[in-house]
């Protein structure tokens, strides 16, 4: 099972690398297909790579990427054990944006990732990321908030950048990444109640020697 996963997302990433759907590879060094377990239950989705994410054609190995590492050692998670990915795979010139269309562009991929890895919880990190799934909402009044549906929990967080630039959010930033075991125990309930045949009441039992008697209808 895990190597089938693997290769499928081997596939993928060889795709992005050779990625020329939007104008975004004309410029990047390297596509950013995303990397970490196959097997992930938390799979982070962050916005674009950026310089030093080019550079290594890696996720979130610059500053950010390390105040990620800090935000996930402080639930006693390790890098290797989460999945982490952007919504657009190669860097846009001088760290601009992502436009629509180069989100557009990369989504197919994102989505048969998500596919493929079946998380337990998403973690979007800043908004280009939450508005695949809050397409109206503002990351300042929706982040920490998570949102389930039958499969997974859906949880949207500052971008550690956000928080590097501006130092007072990372008190929300570390309170709502505290939160994540106690939402990932919550989806497992939730997916282990579906997945149990309901329970049928208890047989009558017909052998105390009464005879069966007709219901009444008034």
């Known amino acids: 099972m895990s190597e089938d996963r693997a290769a499928r997302l081997a596939a993928i990433a060889e795709q992005v690398k050779h990625c020329k759907l939007c104008r975004l590879h004309e410029k990047a060094l390297n596509g950013v297909p995303g ?9 982070f989705i962050g916005e674009a790579p950026g310089e030093q994410e080019d550079k290594q054609g890696l996720p979130f190995v610059g500053r950010s990427g390390q105040y990620l590492d800090y935000l996930l050692n402080l639930i006693q998670i390790k890098r290797d054990q989460v999945f ?8 846009p010139p001088e760290n601009r944006d992502p ?20 998380p337990l919880m998403i973690v ?17 009044a929706l982040h920490g908030k998570p949102r389930y549906d039958d499969r997974r929990a859906y949880y949207p967080l500052f971008h550690p950048a ?21 939402i990932l125990e919550e989806v497992k309930k939730l997916r282990q109640a579906r997945s149990t045949p309901p329970t049928l009441p208890p047989a009558q039992n017909d052998n105390d020697g009464t005879p069966p008697q007709q219901p009444k209808l008034f």
Do not use: W
């Open 35 to 43: 990397s970490g377990n196959v097997q992930a239950e938390i799979l």
């Open 84 to 91: 982490i990915a952007n919504v657009a795979k190669h860097r």
């Open 99 to 118: 436009l629509p269309d180069e989100i557009a562009a990369c989504k197919p991929y994102l989505d048969q990732q998500i596919e493929i890895i079946d």
């Open 124 to 140: 979007t990190l800043g908004r280009f990321s939450m508005a695949r799934y809050f397409p109206t909402g503002k990351i300042t």
């Open 162 to 182: 956000a928080a590097l630039r501006t130092p007072a959010l990372r008190i929300d930033m570390e309170a709502d990444i505290k939160r994540i075991p106690e």
